[in-house]
């Protein structure tokens, strides 16, 4: 199984920045898209970014612009930086990954889930 831990979040002023990170650990043989969602109260999941094992990336036009993604291969682990934070950015932020856990099965990709770190954005 391949587990996934984000760190990061926490309280910014508007226009502020932070960076969460989502490391992946376990039993993995290959990840291909890592992305990030973000959930608020009410609200469905949004994709926000994903990004491929090549650095291919898809980011929404919503925070286009002001955040980035960018993945460390060798340590498994995708980040976002999140800048010109607005309070309309609070939500909890998730990582999810499609990762192939065995390579005696290399074409069974699942996708995994962390538990989420809250981002508020507020003054």
């Known amino acids: 199984q391949v587990q996934l831990v984000e760190s990061g979040g926490g309280l910014a002023q508007p226009g502020g920045s932070l960076k969460l990170s989502c490391a992946a650990s376990g039993s993995i043989f290959r990840i291909n898209d890592m992305g990030w969602y973000r959930q608020a109260p009410g609200l469905q999941r949004e994709l926000i970014a994903n990004?491929?094992?090549?650095?291919?990336?898809y980011v929404a036009d919503s925070v286009k612009g002001r955040f980035t993604i960018s993945r460390d291969n060798d340590k498994n682990t995708v980040y976002l930086q999140m800048d010109s934070l607005k309070p309309e950015d609070t939500a909890v932020y998730l990582c999810?990954?499609?990762?192939?856990?065995?390579?005696?099965?290399?074409?069974?990709?699942?996708?995994?889930w962390g538990r989420g770190t809250q981002v508020t954005v507020s003054s």
């Open positions: 999810n990954a499609d990762a192939v856990p065995d390579s005696r099965a290399w074409w069974q990709e699942y996708t995994y």
């Open positions: 990004i491929n094992s090549g650095g291919s990336a």
